[in-house]
DNA sequence: CGGGCACATTGACCCAGATCAATGAAACGC
DNA sequence: GCGTTTCATTGATCTGGGTCAATGTGCCCG
């Protein structure tokens, strides 16, 4: 069990994979670097998470602390061992990888043929839809930066700053702080997503 | 075993995922489509690859035969009755979603944050990288359309074009043929597919 | 309480790639 | 052999979102 504080990096990108692990508690950004600095955050990862299941011998990908985290580390060859041990964690992987492939496609779509309008009216319902409690709520958490999001959804800070300040004038949401989004209006918010 | 010529349609986005398959022979492409018809293709699929692993209990994708395809079809329930006889496929399938899953972030890092040139160069490489046989050849076979690269790559027909056509006149590829690209220069290509 | 810092918002302008529009160039049926 | 269809290429123009540049707005710490 280890503590990881915010801005803090506990998966770095092209070193050895010789740990796995699962978040216990707090929130995550995982993400890929080009050389000169670009940046696309692949997932934000929270509770229940599984991270650092590498195929290759290296990770594909970084991952850094966006509110504290708490996780449970375990060794490549512990992971082998407990998937000996217990089939029922294999299954449950594969569920997991089959969930998150799903994801990665329809992110693979936001990327390359949504609006920015669009864009961020998807990432709005899908954090509404994805949030730790069970049905959507209309009161969504964004624990990361907006430059978080813009790297999330292939934007810039300032079109996602633009953008969701169009959704409140037109009374799609509301904007309560920095760190938070009121779905005032969901169905409206549904048909932006789409276009 | 089916057999599915070019243009068919073999699964279909929203559909009861009532079954599983592994492709033997041909190539495909797997897309998500919105209800406009704009088009995202999330992935090329050629011999070996498993399609169909359903979470849901509906298709997240559509899939379509581009060269005739040959493939192996499992009823659903089939496949849990040969995961449970050999744990070994478990692993295997465990293996090829987390090596996909690494793929979907490599694409999404194309798709947020790549310029049209570096995707282009990209695609290229990875498509001599991933080609059927072993090490990375000179002679890159492309049996899509230039539509489709475009919607995979979250570009128009005509920046593909257009793009292919620069890298032909800086001495980097060949194209001797519409399905066929030469890599002339694979240093100066790896360069443009980064930046 | 107030200066400084980090982040977000807003505005003005620009450009990579989209769109619109011909023009090639294979492949096919007749 | 020769229209016809389908796909790719090329050119001209347009625009959504990027870039550059201030301007808010908390929040922390002395």
Redesign the interface.
């Known amino acids: 069990m280890v503590q990881i504080e915010p801005g803090q990096c506990f998966i770095t990108e092209g070193e050895t994979a010789d740990a796995f692990f699962n978040i216990t508690a707090g929130s995550a950004k995982?993400y890929?670097l080009?050389?000169?600095g670009?940046?696309?955050i692949?997932g934000f990862a929270f509770r229940g998470h599984f991270l650092g299941?590498?195929?290759?011998s290296t990770y594909?990908?970084s991952a850094e602390a966006i509110e504290p985290v708490r996780l449970c580390r375990f060794a490549r060859a512990r992971l082998f061992r407990l998937?000996a041990d217990f089939?029922a964690l294999?299954?449950r992987?594969?569920?997991r990888?089959?969930?998150?492939?799903?994801a990665?496609?329809?992110?693979?779509?936001l990327?390359?043929?949504?609006t920015a309008r669009e864009r961020v009216a998807s990432f709005l319902r899908a954090q509404a839809l994805a949030a730790p409690c069970g049905r959507p709520r209309a009161m969504v958490a964004l624990p990361m930066r907006r430059g978080d999001i813009a790297?999330?959804?292939?934007l810039t800070i300032e079109t996602v700053s633009r953008t969701l300040t169009r959704l409140r004038a037109e009374g799609i949401i509301e904007i309560p702080d920095q760190t938070h989004v009121l779905l005032r209006d969901p169905a409206r918010l549904v048909r932006a997503a789409?276009?």
Do not use: H, I
């Open positions: 995982l890929k080009m050389a000169d670009r940046r696309q692949t299941l590498a195929v290759s594909a990908f998937l089939p294999e299954r992987l594969l569920e990888a089959a969930t998150e492939l799903v990665a496609q329809e992110q693979m779509l990327l390359g043929r949504k790297d999330y959804l292939g789409e276009g």
